[in-house]
């Protein structure tokens, strides 16, 4: 199927939909996707390819009163791109599937769907695929990412004297949240990184070009959260420092406290920024090169020792375990 | 990740979940998975992938009295992996997703994730990954089946002249839910059809292989409803035969007539059969040994013609549209 071509489905209000809403899905290279939309299965060509899904739950992951239809499929969308940001893998497109009542699909599927497929072309994506349902409860998106990874960065590269770095500031997603909660309209810029949270596609891409990450991961448990994944994988212990976490300034200046702003900042999540390991000192000299290429700051917050979880603390100064402070689903 | 890692993840019981029910993925070959669950993405292996994404929604797809959480999952696996019967491919595993309420997480979820590793083992597949949400409504299921395709059977292969074949025999499993809907137990044959639909995987591998489809689909919404399908992405007609339908036995059995079975037959959908075309007389030699060896039979149910759409009719005589009978979600 070529780039320009319609969906070719039967008949059908179901289908109908899927025409309205696949059609901007066509624009893909054919090095990449053999079959797009309307198929039954897509059909991808690659040597290592990384896939990824992610659920988004009206209730729990956003609510409809905070955000636009577009904005709630832009979202959804971003936080799998952003598992193929944590691998290093070149977006090729996603496969997008949405449940959804029978009142809402008119005011709210196709914009669902234009949201997710700006998020795609952003990185350099299509949509794919997907499927569409009615649900009696409350709108589900699962966004499934498909990217190239020839040279996956893992989890578990980290070893004993690297450092962890982390690209961005944190806290503003998860503060934004917070305020929503209790009614509240969030600082402009906190409400834009909730709302529209940004897949470190590129940043990725690059430090993996240049041999830099040993392991990675994108923050969306909380740095804290994170930081225990790769420990975990990786076989070792993480010792942060609560000095050195950039915090956003929307957090920094609407916090009641350095300790407040700091918990949004080391275990809020939402952030979508990466965490990285490199060998010590491998970073030095790119540090300015990646800020300006970016506009995007990188900051060490840590580094990696003998032994197990993730901790506070400086070089040559005490150890206390962090308290697992990531978002708990259950 | 080799075979038989456990899952390194962080502290959490969100995490302890994914640790209980992820450990049975870890049975696949690393020809064809590089990474497996645990990491940001799965990476896969392979020259053309074929991937599909199918949701299966509490209260539209089934309802939580009528089936064991084990045969939930088992079903909303089979059915993504159906898709990947429908192009010819060889299944290489499904990633899970899964939105289901903190009250039901203990009793459904771990079962559930069961029922999808049994639906995968059974084709040759292994899990490798997911996700795991908590939702204030249905259980909501999304499985993203992943196999090789390196020579797909499209919908689009269809030409004037061809065969319309198709796998096994119809209406069972909406019939099936026709009883559970009226709050009656159905026939133990169509409740198995409805509970537990058999990916045509090793069918349509054997029918690929011998380069017999032109064009393939697989029987999710109804006989009518994918010949519309495949008469779409063909740009031909396609012409069904009535009389040449087979009906499972417990719809004849069941049905309050001829008329009656046959509008589960035609348009109940669920069955999960295959259809394919074949140029004329490609299948003939072909027949009994499929049979033999699968223990299912084939049936000629149409012929394509020039022109669009689906009709009833016969070789040489009239031809009546067909009403679009396929279920319809909205």
Redesign the interface.
């Given at each position: 199927?070529s780039g320009g071509d319609h969906l070719?489905?039967?008949?059908?209000?179901?289908f109908d939909?899927i025409r309205r809403f696949l059609p901007r899905a066509s624009r893909f290279g054919e090095d990449d996707v053999?079959?797009g939309p309307?198929?039954?299965?897509?059909?991808?060509?690659?040597?290592?390819?990384?896939?990824?899904?992610?659920?988004t739950?009206?209730?729990?992951?956003f609510r409809r009163e905070w955000l636009t239809p577009a904005a709630i499929g832009y979202r959804a969308a971003s936080v799998a791109l952003s598992?193929?940001a944590?691998?290093g893998?070149r977006p090729i497109g996603l496969?997008s599937?949405?449940?959804i009542g029978?009142a809402d699909?008119e005011a709210f599927a196709v914009e669902i769907m234009e949201g997710v497929h700006t998020a795609a072309e952003r990185v350099g994506g299509a949509v794919?695929?997907?499927?569409?349902?009615?649900?009696?409860?409350?709108i589900?998106i699962?966004v499934?990412?498909?990217?190239e990874?020839r040279t996956?960065v893992?989890?578990?590269g980290a070893a004993p004297g690297d450092e962890v770095w982390i690209t961005g500031a944190l806290g503003a997603a998860s503060f934004a949240v917070a305020r929503l909660l209790l009614g509240e309209r969030p600082p402009e810029a906190a409400m834009t990184a909730f709302e529209r949270p940004i897949p470190r596609v590129p940043e990725a891409r690059w430090l993996v070009e240049r041999g830099i990450p040993r392991a990675m991961?994108?923050l969306s448990?909380g740095l804290t959260?994170?930081?225990?994944?790769l420990?975990?994988?990786s076989?070792v212990a993480i010792v942060l420092d609560p000095e050195a976490i950039p915090l956003h300034p929307a957090v920094v200046e609407g916090a009641r406290s350095r300790v407040d702003a700091l918990r949004y900042g080391a275990s809020g999540g939402e952030d979508y920024e990466l965490c990285f390991v490199v060998r010590r000192g491998a970073l030095d000299d790119a540090v300015v090169e990646f800020e300006t290429e970016f506009a995007l700051p990188l900051h060490r917050v840590g580094v990696v020792e003998a032994g197990a979880g993730?901790f506070w603390g400086r070089e040559g100064g005490g150890r206390d375990p962090v308290a697992?402070g990531?978002f708990?689903?259950?």
């Open positions: 199927m070719r489905l039967g008949p059908g209000r179901e939909l053999i079959v309307g198929d039954d299965c897509t059909i991808v060509r690659g040597e290592g390819l990384a896939i990824s899904t992610d659920l739950v009206e209730g729990v992951h598992d193929l944590a691998v893998a496969l599937s949405l449940a029978e699909v794919l695929g997907g499927d569409l349902t009615r649900s009696p409860g409350p589900v699962d499934v990412a498909v990217g990874a996956p893992l989890r578990s991961i994108d448990d959260g994170d930081a225990a994944h420990a975990a994988a076989g993730v697992t990531a708990q689903h259950f």
